[in-house]
Structures are given as C-alpha cells and as structure tokens.
C-alpha cells in the first residue's frame, strides 16, 4: 500500500471567523498579476480585492476566484488608503523600503489592507506616505523583486499561516 494517495480537489477547510485581510492592487499592467492574484484570494477565504484602474479578471486563470472574490475597481490609490485608515485597517505597503520590515519577522494586526504596487514602479511615494507599515521579502539573487502576483502571494500566505482560523 501506498503511503500517500493524490487526493483531488480536497473540501476548502472552514474557517471560525472571516479573514480581515483586504488586498489593494495598484494599476497591473498584466490582468495575469490580478487573476492569479483573484485566485490566492480566493483559495484563502478572502471575499473581495481592490483593484485601482481597469481591474480585469482572466476567469481562466482566477478559475473559481473570478466568481467567488468580487473586485471592486478604483480610480485612485491614495483617497482609498485614506478611506480604509479611517475605516481601521492598518494599511501595509508591499514594497522595498528604508524602515521597511522583513516579511517573516513582521506581525500582521488582524484587520490588515495589504497595499500591492504596480510591477514596474511599485509603490509611489505619494502612496508610501498613506501607509502605516511597509514589508518586503528579502531577494537573494537577480533581478531585485518578486513578480508582483508572486510577491502578494507570499505574503498573504504569511498572513494567513499567522491567522490560520481566519
């Protein structure tokens, strides 16, 4: 007998409260970023995402994110930092910085908006100036940064291996 056995599409295991996590995409000059990254959220229990721009969702990528994560699409990045600092959310910027934290070392609060930058500018400094922590993950060879889908999902991964119950 086989120690392990492949199991397909395994049943989504409950959560005990939902997830405080919002994600909030810069303008994506790739609707492959935002699917996989509608996918991650989905995969994790997140209900919505913000997008700034033109928030387009390639279904065969998110697969089932693309129904299941509604994405409200945004003009502008900084009057939505504002609005969801009023709204509690401590604002954390995806990006490298000075002062910045290392992923790994950081401890998420709760009711997190995890703010993504764009692939090629990251974040601006305009926006750099809403936000209330920032975290990168460190990079060991060439080039410098993560894709910017793979670098959110990194560190929602970590937030949630953080909040594993939600």
């Known amino acids: 007998m086989t120690r392990f056995v492949h199991v397909r599409h395994k049943d989504p295991i409950a959560l005990e409260q939902e997830r405080e996590l919002l994600i909030v995409c810069s303008p994506m000059r790739s609707h492959v970023n935002l699917s996989r990254i509608i996918r991650m959220a989905a995969c994790v229990g997140l209900k919505e995402v913000i997008a700034i721009g033109q928030g387009k969702v390639d279904k065969k990528i998110a697969r089932d994110g693309a129904d299941n994560v509604e994405v409200k699409v945004k003009r502008s990045l900084v009057p939505v ?12 910027g995806l990006e490298q910085t000075t002062n910045s934290h290392i992923l790994a070392d950081y401890e ?16 601006s400094a305009e926006a750099l100036e809403h936000v209330d922590a920032v975290v990168e993950i460190p990079v060991y060879g060439l ?7 793979t670098a959110t999902i990194i560190a929602i991964y970590e937030y949630c291996r953080q909040y594993p119950k939600g």
């Open 81 to 92: 930092l504002k609005k969801l600092g009023e709204q509690g959310y401590t604002r954390v």
């Open 143 to 149: 080039p410098y940064s993560y894709n910017a889908a």
């Open 108 to 123: 998420f609060p709760r009711k997190t908006a995890l703010i993504i930058g764009s692939e090629r500018e990251g974040l």
